[in-house]
């Protein structure tokens, strides 16, 4: 059991561990390093290295896993992280606790969708820029494709309008590759 790295005395980066873990339970996705950085950083809890750290500490004990999707690091909970938390949990503050659930709560829809619905683009070896755009559940990619486009700008309006239109862009080819043609 990893419990052992946390050392209750009056150090500030346990209780950070445990309230990021304590997020990541809270959520049946994974939260990236940004929406995670926001609660803390937007509430003065703690400074972007400290957080930085608390991150690094909390992966390398294997209490919680990082995935790199496109410069994007996204986290979740490990069994070993939600046995820690269980052991510690009541260590958290209520007032933390209410603040970290209202922030789920007022920012759970936006930080699904920048987690399911993911857009990137990059300058191929042609010269051309290559968009790249995914939907996925969990771990699961849904739906993942490539275009080629002729210029920067126009990769731009891509990723940017990626955000607004997978919903309808997926359900519309599901739609029309599950049908069957007259």
């Known amino acids: 059991m990893y419990w052992y790295h946390f050392n209750m005395s009056n150090d500030p980066k346990t209780l950070y561990k445990l309230m990021v873990l304590h997020m990541l339970r809270q959520v049946n996705f994974p939260l990236t390093e940004n929406q995670i950085s926001d609660f803390f950083l937007s509430r003065d809890y703690t400074n972007y290295f400290t957080l930085k750290e ?10 919680i896993d990082v995935e790199m999707i496109h410069n994007t690091s996204r986290y979740e909970i490990t069994e070993e992280g939600e046995n820690t938390l269980e052991v510690f949990d009541k260590k958290i503050p209520s007032v933390i606790i ?9 920012n759970r829809f ?6 399911t619905n993911t857009s990137d683009y990059y300058k191929s070896t042609s010269g051309d820029y290559i968009v790249h755009c995914e939907v996925r559940e969990g771990k699961a990619i849904l739906m993942s494709f490539d275009f080629s486009v002729p210029d920067e700008e126009q990769a731009q309006i891509m990723v940017n309008n990626w955000k607004d239109r997978s919903s309808d862009i997926y359900a519309y080819l599901f739609k029309a590759l599950m049908s069957e043609q007259d």
């Not at 608390?54 to 209490?63: G, H, R």
């Not at 209410?98 to 007022?106: A, H, R, S, T, V």
């Open 54 to 63: 608390v991150l690094a500490e909390l992966s390398a004990s294997k209490l």
């Open 98 to 106: 209410e603040d970290i659930e209202k922030f789920l709560k007022d």
């Open 110 to 115: 936006k930080m699904r969708n920048e987690v």
